[in-house]
């Protein structure tokens, strides 16, 4: 089989269906497992595919790690491709990228062991995320920014694919403000128990009940990770290539894929948003955005973006005040309100 990165359009394009059927029925599955976490699970395979980071904020027991961890056994990831952890103000760098090799370090090396880290994982979760000290939050960013982990002052590729985060609360500190605008889609976990109090318990019981069994019935076989990356691969592709009308004009992807009207309404939203309701929105967030609509278009509906796709604009709250603000607005704006 040959490297997924070696792949052309053409060998994609034959099979670009088929994955997006696999992956559909991998995220449809996935939310039988859980009460009310569909909406979730969509945004987590979204942001997979898009290969972008996505943040779950809520209070502890919503389902945030489990969502993580399920979504992790679905995909058949081997343990050396996964890597998660609690982070905490006092969390070292070496509990993250390695601990110093003491052997390397007498010869005059400054080299960690990086096996079992977050530099050799390709699906990363990392919890409590905000509670990093400057140190992480520094190593954080250039492994989000550049997927590169710097050994003695030089770059090495690592393999990261897939990162989720969460956190209980989105602070305000200004330190943190580019590490947020990374993660251009924070959704939040809801409880459920007040609208769902007996679907809750039974499927909790389950759960419980697998746990202690060692059963992971959502382990269906639908997708697997490189059918993910396939997808990322396919798509890349299409946002790279060149075509041209017959008067020999360039023909964006854009203009193919993204309808005059529609793109005015996401004009329209964005506009609005930032004028009326001051939700930062930065250049970066917004070409991000734009890729990540044509992920959830092409998943959903094999290609061109509609205004429901535009619902992933009620994502890009950077507090709980404006994730509260855009859940209610955005569907407002696009007339479903």
Known sequence: MPNIDDLTLADLQAEADELRKRIGRFRQSLGRFFIQKQELIDLMTIAAVAQEPLLLVGPPGTAKSDLVLKFKDALGLAEEDYFEYMLTRFTEPSEIIGAIDIKELRDGRYIRKKEGKLPTATLVFLDEIFKSNSAILNILLTIINEKKFYQEGKPEAVPLRVLFAATNEIPEQGELAALKDRFVLKAMSWPVQET??????????????????????????????????????????????????????????????????????????????????????????????????????????????????????????ESHREIELLREKVPQLLGEG
């Open 196 to 317: 769902h109090f007996a679907e809750l318990i039974d499927a909790g019981l389950r759960g419980e009940a697998d746990k202690g069994l060692n059963r992971k019935p959502w382990v269906e076989g639908h997708a697997a990770l490189a059918d993910f990356l396939k997808a990322n691969r396919y798509l890349t592709l299409l946002f790279a290539r060149r075509s041209t009308d017959k008067n020999g004009d360039e023909v964006t992807d854009r203009q193919l894929f993204f309808p005059d009207d529609v793109f005015r309404e996401f004009q329209r939203l964005v506009k609005t948003l930032v004028r009326e309701d001051k939700i930062f929105i930065s250049d970066r967030k917004l070409v991000k955005l734009y890729k990540l609509l044509r992920v959830r278009a092409w998943l959903f509906g094999g290609g061109t973006v509609g205004r429901d796709d535009l619902r992933l604009l009620a994502y890009l709250g």
